[in-house]
């Protein structure tokens, strides 16, 4: 019995759930679970969790910092440096349960993408510029594309792949061996990051 406790009450932290005025499930499968993150100016949300393992953030516009106080693993502050639309971090690491404060004049949006395929078991981080086009590991391949206006693009996916449109945020799954088509019809570029998943599920 004090097990089930125990999940429930690591199930009843997940922000999702218990804060759905600023975390948005946006789309889940096998192989990743994408949430669209929104933090106030001024902000200030409760003790909640992530699991752990290997999540991307993918930034959908400028941010100053944002301060995470942690209660997991020894409690500590730890404040995210500010960010630029379409900068990318991938960190992987142990669950964690922690407040947040946006001390920022701005609103804070990115997304969380949590990675649930195998890899990515160590602590590490690695942050990708908006001006950086590549980056791979083990686990996942990250490349960006651009369209000018009335630009159509084909992509084959060989591995399964998450196609996100920054700053909207918008995102398409594409299944191994699968095709689809992006196009832009307006008269600003539009902008793309693409994960191709490398191994499989846990």
Request: glycine residues 8%; charged residues 25%; aromatic residues 6%.
């Amino acid at each position: 019995m004090a097990c089930l406790a125990v999940a429930s009450a690591k199930a009843g932290q997940d922000p999702v759930q218990t804060l759905p005025g600023s975390y948005k499930l946006e789309f889940e499968n096998d192989f990743v679970k994408v949430v669209r993150v929104h933090y106030d100016a001024g902000a200030k949300l409760a003790d909640h969790t992530h699991p752990g393992g290997t999540t991307a953030y993918v930034y959908l516009n400028d941010s100053e910092g944002v301060v995470f106080a942690h209660s997991s693993g020894g409690s500590r502050a730890v404040t995210r440096p500010a960010v630029k639309a379409g900068a990318i971090r991938i960190a992987s690491g142990p669950e964690e349960h922690h407040s947040v404060e946006n001390t920022s004049k701005s609103a804070s949006d990115f997304l969380r993408i949590y990675l649930k395929t195998a890899g990515g078991g160590s602590r590490s981080t690695r942050r990708i510029p908006p001006t950086e086009a590549e980056y791979a590991n083990a686990q996942i391949r990250v490349s960006r594309l651009r369209l000018e206006q009335h630009d159509v693009e084909t992509i084959t996916a060989k591995a399964p792949a998450l196609l996100i449109e920054w700053p909207s945020g918008d995102d398409r799954w594409v299944e191994a061996g699968a095709s689809t088509t992006v196009e832009n019809h307006d008269a600003q570029p539009v902008n793309f990051i693409r994960i191709d998943f490398l191994t499989t599920p846990k």
